[in-house]
């Protein structure tokens, strides 16, 4: 599991490539919400990379969400693939968290 930081500009970019399972979790998850929770810009976490999201990992997602959330700042998914889309909207992180297709739209989301 790897998660990589980005500067888009007027956003700031997380990608999560991998699993992110027990382990992947264990291996992410401080490095994640140290540079996500404290971002002032809107965050877009691409997806793109993602093969897998367990419970643990839907915990991960929804912590950092409440906590950008207490200081009104934006989190938006992207770009997840059909076996990660299926398990995100099953749990119910889409309400949370909004799951958007591409960048693109995710961009939009944010600007508008």
């Not at 700031?12 to 264990?26: H, I, K, M, Q």
């Not at 299926?86 to 309400?95: N, P, Q, Y």
């Amino acid at each position: 599991m790897m998660v990589d930081f980005g500067d888009g500009g007027d956003v700031a970019l997380a990608r999560l490539t991998g699993r992110l399972d027990t382990a992947g979790v264990g291996s992410v998850e401080l490095a994640f919400t140290a540079r996500v929770v404290p971002e002032p810009r809107p965050v877009l976490i691409d997806l793109t990379g993602l093969d897998f999201i367990a419970s643990l990992g839907v915990r991960m997602l929804i912590t950092t969400a409440r906590s950008r959330g207490r200081n009104g700042r934006v989190l938006v998914m992207f770009g997840a693939g059909p076996e990660v889309t299926d398990i995100l909207t099953t749990m119910g992180l889409d309400e949370i968290i909004p799951l958007l297709p591409d960048e693109a739209a995710a961009r939009a989301a944010v600007t508008d």
